[in-house]
């Protein structure tokens, strides 16, 4: 039998397919992160184009997020009853996010892959919102979450 050192890794995160159900919304836990760890998304104008691409890309709707220097967390539901892809909207958004990038020296902006979780339970939205709310502070780029 082979050891866990035998297997080969994964290359690839899996994305499995948003479930919703009687009385159950879906809500994902995104992070997204810049192509080799970049700094780049350090600037109230990045913040501003992402808001913007997400608001373009109505089919998924963003809800609270932080945006770190080199990657971000948010939280998104569906925009209707019929999930669009999530694959397909992440797609989107961040081609848009790079078509409209000002500084070309920086592209590619995003990893080709991102991690999604979906939120099973309030008690879950409020632990995932409370991790990515103190990441700046865990950084030392802030010293408190409200800042």
């Not at 009385?23 to 998304?41: A, G, K, S, W």
């Not at 999930?83 to 397909?88: H, R, T, Y």
């Not at 309030?122 to 502070?137: H, I, L, M, T």
Request: with cysteine; proline share 7%; charged share 30%.
């Amino acid at each position: 039998m082979a050891g866990f050192r035998d297997l080969p890794s994964r290359q690839k995160l899996v994305h499995l397919e948003s479930l919703g159900g009687f009385n159950r919304p879906i809500v994902q836990f995104l992070t997204v992160c810049v192509m080799h760890r970049r700094p780049i998304l350090a600037d109230p104008e990045i913040a501003d184009l992402l808001v913007e691409a997400w608001k373009k890309a109505d089919r998924w709707l963003v809800g609270r997020y932080v945006i770190m220097p080199d990657h971000l967390h948010f939280i998104c539901a569906p925009a209707d009853l019929n999930p669009f892809p999530l694959a397909k909207w992440m797609a989107y958004w961040r081609n848009e996010v790079t078509r409209r990038w000002r500084r070309p020296s920086e592209k590619p902006i995003w990893q080709r892959d991102w991690f999604d979780r979906q939120l099973r339970t309030g008690e879950s939205y409020d632990q995932k919102w409370a991790y990515f709310r103190e990441n700046p502070v865990r950084a030392g780029l802030v010293r408190d979450a409200s800042e």
